[in-house]
């Protein structure tokens, strides 16, 4: 599987932005998915999880990040408003997919993409 992460940019304080997170390739089905980041100089956190019995999100984000699914497009979105300077960082998404009826799930990771919150 593919993971084409895409939608950062450059926003101001306050602002809003759209994150998509795309599985493509072979594989049988996918379970959670999930965005985390990494901001320079610090370990990589948990930003958001989406899975068959609901979402988590990570304590800074809460009420202002929203993560959603479609199923059949094997796509991931983060909402994300009211966006701050901390929020700056190189955001992936994580997937956990299967490649087979009887496999076990694997992480497989996308590329980065860049939201940087500046005014």
């Not at 999100?57 to 059949?72: L, P, Q």
């Not at 901390?86 to 299967?98: F, H, I, K, N």
Request: with cysteine.
């Amino acid at each position: 599987v593919q993971l084409q992460a895409s939608g950062g940019g450059l926003v101001q304080p306050g602002g809003s932005l759209r994150l998509s997170c795309e599985a493509t390739g072979m594989f049988f089905s996918i379970g959670s998915m999930n965005w985390y980041r990494q901001a320079p100089g610090k370990q990589r956190e948990l930003v958001a999880t989406i899975a068959d019995d609901g979402t988590n999100y990570g304590d800074s984000v809460k009420g202002r990040f929203t993560i959603s699914r479609d199923n059949a497009k094997d796509r991931a979105y983060l909402q994300m408003n009211n966006l701050k300077p901390d929020d700056t960082a190189t955001y992936y998404c994580l997937a956990y997919v299967r490649y087979g009826a009887g496999s076990h799930y694997t992480r497989e990771w996308g590329q980065g993409t860049q939201v940087t919150v500046s005014s």
